[in-house]
């Protein structure tokens, strides 16, 4: 059973940064790929970054291009959110899923193991 545990959420500055990291259980991590999806209070789970398997593809959402950047280091079953010019309207529990595919997907209902989230609020 794939266990996902995230940490590096925090209380930040518009315009700030934070690095969120994955953590995972199992050794056959490299056969997951990894999605970050993001749940702000009173609004829908909005997937916001993924990574392939092997870290080959990624892809971001609209609302984040250009300031997040997603990585990954297989050899210690890890993945990163590299977040930049943070933003109030980034203000969620941060979650960090794997589906059990190599490819990615926008989709947060095809993510089959979630973390139990971090929280990340961008305010003055």
């Known amino acids: 059973q794939l266990q996902l545990v995230e940490s590096g959420g925090d209380l930040v500055q518009p315009g700030g940064s934070l690095r969120l990291s994955c953590t995972a259980s199992l050794l056959t991590f490299d056969y997951y790929a990894i999605g970050w999806v993001r749940q702000a209070q009173g609004k829908e789970r909005e997937a916001v970054s993924c990574?392939?398997?092997?870290?080959?593809?990624?892809n971001y959402a609209d609302s984040v291009k250009d300031r997040f950047t997603v990585s990954r280091d297989n050899a210690k079953n890890r993945v990163y959110l590299q977040m930049n010019s943070l933003k109030p309207e980034d203000t969620a529990v941060y979650y960090c899923?794997?589906?059990?595919?190599?490819?990615?997907?926008?989709?947060?209902?095809?993510?089959?193991?979630w973390g139990q989230g971090t929280q990340v609020t961008v305010s003055s």
């Open positions: 899923a794997a589906r059990g595919y190599s490819s990615c997907s926008a989709l947060a209902e095809e993510y089959h193991y």
């Open positions: 990574i392939s398997s092997r870290g080959g593809m990624t």
